[in-house]
């Protein structure tokens, strides 16, 4: 049973930027293409970012040239940059982009506020 712990989240002003982190239980970044997926009050989960087992990566149009999606062997990052408010959300990691029901960790929390 994988298990992804999420972390890196918090209060940050607009323009403002943050890193999150991804960490597995088990190796499975060099297995799986993987995402960053955030979940807004109200709203539904969306993919914003992935990257495949050789490292390819793609954004969606929201997030494109703020957000960038790396990893190494034992962790997933995504560096937020210029954050919106608009980006308020809670991330999660998962597979990408069809996630498992099974990996879903508690997310990390990212407030965008002045």
């Known amino acids: 049973q994988v298990t992804l712990v999420e972390s890196g989240g918090g209060l940050v002003q607009p323009g403002g930027s943050l890193r999150l982190a991804c960490v597995a239980s088990?190796?499975?970044?060099?297995?799986?293409?993987m995402g960053w997926y955030r979940q807004a009050p109200g709203k539904q989960r969306e993919l914003v970012a992935r990257?495949?087992?050789?490292?390819l990566t793609t954004y969606a149009d929201s997030v494109k040239g703020r957000f960038s999606i790396s990893r190494d062997r034992d962790t997933m990052y995504l560096q937020m940059s210029s954050l919106k408010t608009e980006d308020a959300a809670v991330y999660y990691c998962?597979?990408?982009?069809?996630?498992?029901?099974?990996?879903w960790g508690q997310g990390t929390p990212v407030t965008v506020s002045s």
């Open positions: 990257i495949t087992t050789s490292r």
């Open positions: 088990e190796s499975i970044f060099q297995d799986y293409t």
């Open positions: 998962n597979r990408a982009p069809l996630p498992s029901d099974r990996w």
